[in-house]
């Protein structure tokens, strides 16, 4: 059965780290791009970091860059996301999600074929 599911998440407060898990199964990770998204409340989800199906190849979006870092290990089924400095703007359900080529588009939620079910990251004080 082909699955993505996240974990990790929590409630930490400003300043703090967590780091989100994507454990996949049902299909080869090493055949597709891994992205991971978040939506906050009454917001539309966007693009947070995106992976090479090798992990040579990472990108991420302006507000976490510096503070986060995605990486995979294919033998595991696993894809991390590591968030440091955490902010209470960076609270939102986190998703990962696959898509099969690489692309310049890499936040288009359209081009991901396969979704988990979210974890739910809280920063606050």
């Known amino acids: 059965q082909l699955q993505l599911e996240e974990s990790g998440g929590g409630f930490v407060q400003p300043g703090g780290s967590l780091r989100l898990s994507c454990a996949v199964s049902?299909?080869?990770?090493?055949?597709?791009?891994i992205g991971w998204f978040r939506q906050a409340p009454g917001k539309e989800r966007e693009g947070v970091s995106c992976?090479?199906?090798?992990?040579?190849?990472?990108t991420y979006a302006d507000s976490v860059k510096g503070r986060f870092t995605i990486s995979r290990d294919n033998d595991k089924n696993l894809v991390y996301l590591q968030m440091n400095s955490l902010k209470p703007e960076d609270t939102a359900v986190y998703y990962c999600?696959?898509?099969?080529?690489?692309?310049?588009?890499?936040?288009?939620?359209?081009?991901?074929?396969?979704w988990g079910q979210g974890t739910q990251v809280t920063v606050s004080a």
């Open positions: 049902g299909f080869n990770l090493a055949d597709y791009v």
């Open positions: 992976i090479s199906r090798s992990g040579g190849t990472t």
């Open positions: 999600a696959r898509r099969r080529f690489w692309g310049n588009s890499w936040s288009d939620t359209s081009l991901y074929d396969e």
